[in-house]
């Protein structure tokens, strides 16, 4: 995910006027403080509304700091990363477990919305998995380097424009990962 696909992705997600972001799973303070600005949040953030659960409660860890105790009421957005080179997938996580059946109806509601908002302009199917540190067989095989294109993994516009505009761009899950993907097909 490109940031121009992610920006694109939390304008739909604030068109509702409750949905509030929480930088990390980890806090200073028993409650975590919260905005409506993406800009604000680190590669890590809680998608919550406190429409879904008034309140999010954190327990105090070893380390002095707070961890969020109710990821399973929220979605968890790990936000894309970039160098040059490289984009590390952005990815949208749900657990829900809430106590209330409405909280959980409504956390697998907003997932369900950002996955259509996905499929209608991103392409899936566009990627190669390879690990450049192992030879490519002369023939396919079930380990083959690279893999079949990925119908997993669906690649935003911005992010499919960008790899186009240079053969070295590549996808990976962690910008220090040495498994990368490339585009298929670009266009």
């Known amino acids: 995910m490109h940031p121009d696909d992610e920006a694109a992705l939390v304008s739909e997600l604030l068109r509702d006027p409750g949905i509030l972001f929480v930088d990390g799973p980890r806090w200073k303070a028993a409650t975590p403080p919260s905005t409506r600005d993406i800009a604000a949040i680190g590669s890590y953030c809680i998608i919550w509304s406190p429409e879904d659960l008034p309140q999010l409660s954190a327990k105090l860890t070893v380390h002095g700091d707070w961890y969020c105790r109710d990821e399973k009421s929220t979605i968890q957005f790990l936000r894309c990363e970039m160098t040059e080179t490289v984009i590390a997938e952005g990815r949208f996580a749900i657990s829900t477990e809430p106590a209330e059946a409405k909280a959980a109806a409504n956390i697998e509601r907003r997932y369900k919305f950002l996955s259509r908002a996905i499929k209608k ?67």
Request: proline share 12%; net charge positive.
């Open 121 to 187: 302009t991103y392409r899936n199917s566009v990627v190669q998995w390879r690990n450049p540190r192992l030879p490519s067989p002369a023939e396919p095989s079930r380990s083959a380097n690279p893999s079949a294109p990925d119908r997993s993994l669906w690649v935003g516009p911005a992010a499919m424009t960008w790899m186009a505009g240079h053969a070295d761009r590549r996808v990976k899950t962690f910008l220090t990962g040495f498994v990368e993907g490339a585009i298929t097909a670009p266009g």
